[in-house]
C-alpha cells in the first residue's frame, strides 16, 4: 500500500538549496515524481526521476488513488510503500501539497518546505512579508487580481508563465493603476536570477523566464472593501440595489469565512460582487433568468476580480435544486412563495436568509413568514437632496422592507 507521500520544496538553487534531511529522504527514494525542471535540478541519484505528464492534475490524481507506486511498466517501484514527489519551494503556500493533503489526509503526508518564493521576493525588495498581499495566477483568472488593487498596497503575485507581467500591466493601466511599479523576479535564489523593474503603463519589456514572480506597488485609486460602491461601478438597466441598501443588506447577509450565498434574482450581480469583496473566501451562486442580465452581471463580477468565485445558475426556484447547499440566501428579486419554500428547504442549519421587498404584495408576504419564522422585520426609507427649481429638496426613493432571520 502507498502509506506515506513525502513531499519536497526546491527552489531555483536545487540541490545546493536544500537542507540535511530533504537530501536524505530523496537519497533514499526509489522514485520520485516533479516536473522536468525540477528534476533537472537533482544530482545523479538511484532514484528512478518521473516527470509529470500533461495535464499534471490528472497524472497527479492517478498517483494518489493507486494503491502503490506506479512504474512506467505498471510495476510496483517502492516496497515501502512511500512516494517522494517535489514542489516548488514552500508546497503549502499555493502548492501542489495542499492538493495532496485534501486528496489522502495528513496523517499520510510528509511536508519538508523550503523558501517560498514569496519570502524570496520581499528579502530582495525589502518588504515585510506581513504587509502584503499574495495572490496567485497560476491557478486563478488573472482578472482576480483586480480585486486586490488599492492605493498603497503591495503586492507579490505568482505568475503563470512569461506572459503574465505585460498582462498585468495592461490589468493594472485598464484599472486606473496605470503609474504603479511593477518588479519581475525570474528564477529566484537561483544562478540565472533576474530582476526587472518597470512602470504599468510603460511596461514594454518582452517575455522572459516563466519561473516569476511580479510585485506590484500599487498608486491609484483607494478601493474599499467595505459594501455600498456607487451605483455606476456596475453597469445595470435599472435592475439594481441602490447604494445604501446594498450597504444595508450585505451587512446584514454578514459575510464570513468559506461561505456559499445564494443570490436569488442578482440582477446586476452588485450583492454578490460586494459579498466577495467583503470576504476573499465567500462564494456566490448568482440565479438569474434574464440572459442579458447574466451576461451582463457576469462582466460587472470580472471587472471587480471575482468571477472566478462566481457561478451563474438559471431562473429560481426551478434551478434551486441542483445547486449546492447554501450557508446564506438572499432574495432581492422574483420574490415568491415557492422561492421562499424551496430557499428555506435548501438553506444550511444556522443558516441565514435576508430578503428585500418593494411591493405591497411581496412585503405582505414577508410579513406573513415573519410571523411564522420570527427574525427582524424592517422598513427601510432613504431621502437624497435633488434640485427643484432653483432650491433643493427630499426625492424618496421607494421604501424597502427587509427581512432577515436565521434558521435554526
Not at 40 to 60: E, I, N
Not at 61 to 68: F, G, K, Q
Not at 236 to 265: C, E, Y
Request: aromatic share 4%.
Amino acid at each position: 500500500m502507498t502509506d506515506r507521500f513525502v513531499v519536497i520544496g526546491i527552489g531555483a538553487d536545487g540541490w545546493d538549496g536544500l537542507g540535511r534531511r530533504a537530501r536524505d529522504e530523496l537519497s533514499g527514494a526509489a522514485t520520485i515524481y516533479g516536473s522536468a525542471r525540477q528534476l533537472d535540478l537533482l544530482p545523479a541519484l538511484v532514484a528512478d526521476l518521473r516527470p509529470w505528464d500533461s495535464p499534471m492534475s490528472t497524472h497527479l490524481a492517478a498517483v494518489l488513488a493507486t494503491t502503490a507506486p506506479i512504474g512506467t511498466d505498471g510495476d510496483v517501484t517502492e516496497q515501502d510503500g512511500t512516494v517522494h514527489i517535489l514542489a516548488s519551494g514552500d508546497p503549502m503556500f499555493h502548492g501542489i501539497g495542499t492538493t495532496i493533503v485534501r486528496a489522502v489526509g495528513a496523517s499520510r503526508v510528509d511536508v519538508i518546505p523550503t523558501v517560498s518564493s514569496a519570502a524570496l521576493a520581499c528579502a530582495r525588495l525589502g518588504w515585510d512579508l506581513t504587509d502584503v498581499g499574495i495572490l496567485t495566477t497560476v491557478a486563478r483568472d488573472l482578472d482576480s487580481v483586480a480585486d486586490a488593487l488599492t492605493d498603497g498596497r503591495n503586492l507579490v503575485i505568482l505568475s503563470r508563465d512569461e506572459t503574465t507581467p505585460a498582462q498585468l500591466a495592461q490589468l493594472l493601466t485598464d484599472n486606473g493603476f496605470g503609474w504603479s511599479s511593477i518588479t519581475v523576479l525570474e528564477q529566484l535564489g537561483g544562478p540565472a536570477e533576474r530582476i526587472v523593474r518597470g512602470i504599468a503603463r510603460t511596461w514594454s519589456e518582452p517575455a522572459g523566464d516563466p519561473l516569476n514572480v511580479v510585485a506590484v506597488s500599487c498608486i491609484g485609486p483607494h478601493r474599499s472593501r467595505a459594501p455600498g460602491h456607487p451605483d455606476d461601478e456596475y453597469a445595470n438597466d435599472g435592475q439594481i440595489t441602490k447604494q445604501p441598501i446594498r450597504a444595508l443588506t450585505v451587512s446584514a447577509l454578514a459575510p464570513s469565512h468559506r461561505q456559499l450565498l445564494w443570490d436569488i434574482g442578482s440582477g446586476s450581480g452588485s450583492i454578490s460582487i460586494e459579498w466577495l469583496r467583503s470576504e476573499p473566501t465567500g462564494r456566490v451562486v448568482a440565479f438569474e433568468r434574464d440572459d442579458t442580465r447574466s451576461a451582463q452581471l457576469i462582466a460587472n463580477a470580472t471587472r471587480h476580480g471575482v468571477r472566478g468565485r462566481l457561478t451563474v445558475g438559471g431562473a429560481a426556484p426551478e434551478s434551486l435544486s441542483t445547486a449546492p447547499e447554501p450557508d446564506v440566501v438572499f432574495i432581492g428579486g422574483g420574490l415568491s412563495t415557492p422561492v421562499l419554500e424551496a430557499a428555506w428547504a435548501a438553506l444550511s442549519e444556522d443558516g441565514r436568509l435576508v430578503a428585500n421587498a418593494v411591493t405591497l404584495e411581496n412585503q405582505h408576504l414577508l410579513t406573513e413568514w415573519y410571523g411564522r419564522h420570527g427574525g427582524s422585520l424592517r422598513r427601510l426609507s432613504v431621502e437624497t437632496a435633488a434640485p427643484l427649481g432653483t432650491m433643493t429638496t427630499w426625492r424618496p426613493a421607494l421604501p424597502i422592507v427587509q427581512w432577515v432571520v436565521d434558521k435554526s
